[in-house]
């Protein structure tokens, strides 16, 4: 492979793989969990590095996700003692906001009052680990572009 083809390539797959990756903002997520402690819903929330999201304001949402009501807000160690108020049989979206792009969205399937911790549903996180399975077809895909380019030439 000539020189100047070889250069196309490599840089075509860095661009690729850095269009590829998540912006900077998604970089300090919140991820939580959620425990039954004491016969009270306990939610522990932090950022993907670990540092509590103190402060951020812990609600119910309405059925048209609109803010409804406010259940308290997470404390220094990241928690959250909360008692859900009487909602019935179905499922109920609770939102954690430390403010934009640092949120996280649970969906809490309530059964004879009690949240069903075994089928919680969160958010969907980050696509990390479809952007590394789509590299090598990003690779494959620009080196077939390289080799057709270069059987053209010929």
Same mark, same amino acid.
């Given at each position: *492979? /000539? ?14 793989? /850095? ?22 819903? &306990? ?37 959250? &003692? *909360? ?51 789509? /590299?090598? /077809? ?6 077939? *572009? ?6 053209? &030439?010929?």
């Amino acid at each position: *492979m /000539a020189i100047p083809s070889c250069f196309a390539l490599m840089a075509t797959t860095a661009l690729g793989l /850095a269009l590829t990756q998540p912006m900077q903002a998604e970089a300090h997520g919140v991820e939580s969990s959620l425990r039954y402690l004491d016969g009270q819903l &306990q939610l522990s929330s932090s950022f993907s590095t670990g540092e509590p999201v103190e402060g951020a304001v812990v609600r119910l949402l309405k059925a048209d996700g609109t803010p409804g009501e406010e259940l308290g807000r997470i404390d220094a160690e990241g928690t959250l &003692q *909360m008692t859900l108020p009487e909602l019935g049989d179905g499922l109920v979206d609770l939102q954690v906001d430390g403010g934009p792009g640092h949120r996280d969205y649970l969906t809490l399937p309530l059964q004879q009052g009690r949240v069903n911790l075994d089928e919680v549903v969160m958010s969907p996180g980050s696509r990390n680990g479809l952007d590394w399975a789509m /590299a090598p /077809a990003l690779v494959g895909l620009v080196g077939l *572009m390289v080799r057709v380019r270069s059987l053209r &030439q010929r």
